[in-house]
């Protein structure tokens, strides 16, 4: 089981105590949802007096009043008791000029929707554009691949062919070789 420690937050004029893991523990028990310890507000308590309780009832939050009623009231700052309101007659407050109300300004004018729809407008047209010149450009790749293919079958029967000349060339230039050598 983990170690517990003894956490301290003030509420108003007490201190909510309470013995938990860890300090995210402790806020959760005492229902904050802000970091009380980053913000100085909540700390943790070594006084032996002072952590019995708690953690004879871990995760509990237990509340000590801080100091007695005479001791928060002297601590209390010194302010004036404030004079009652004096109330002014109903004849003065009827002859008193009331001050005009300004009309409540007109709502203004909902923004103009023009420009974005022509924008919108025009990014559907460019798509439409662009889809179009990619189909167009990929018809042109088909038409030149099909063009090469057709060249290349017809590069290639022409080499057959002049290689079968330059063969036969070949065979009759030996066989005259062989008659001039043989003959002469």
Not at 8 to 24: C, E, L, N
Not at 130 to 139: K, P, T
Request: glycine share 4%.
């Amino acid at each position: 089981m983990a170690k517990l420690k003894v956490y301290r937050t003030p509420i108003g004029f007490h201190d909510a105590y309470v013995a938990a893991a860890s300090q995210k523990a402790a806020l959760q028990a005492w229902g904050s949802e802000r970091d009380l310890f980053a913000r100085g507000i909540a700390e943790v308590v070594t006084d032996p007096a002072l952590t019995a309780e708690p953690l004879a009832q871990p995760g509990t939050v237990i509340k000590r009043s801080r100091g007695t009623a005479a001791e928060q009231i002297a601590a209390l700052p010194d302010t004036p008791a404030k004079a009652p309101r004096r109330r002014s007659d109903d004849a003065a407050d009827a002859s008193a000029p009331q001050p005009k109300q300004k009309p409540a300004p007109k709502p203004a004018p909902k923004p103009d929707r023009r420009a974005l729809d022509a924008a919108d407008r025009a990014m559907a047209e460019a798509e439409a554009r662009h889809r179009s010149e990619a189909r167009a450009l990929r018809a042109e790749e088909a038409a030149l691949a099909k063009r090469r293919r057709t060249m290349e079958r017809a590069q290639e029967d022409e080499r057959a062919a002049l290689d079968e000349a330059r063969q036969a060339a070949a065979d009759a230039y030996e066989r005259a070789m062989r008659r001039w050598k043989g003959g002469g």
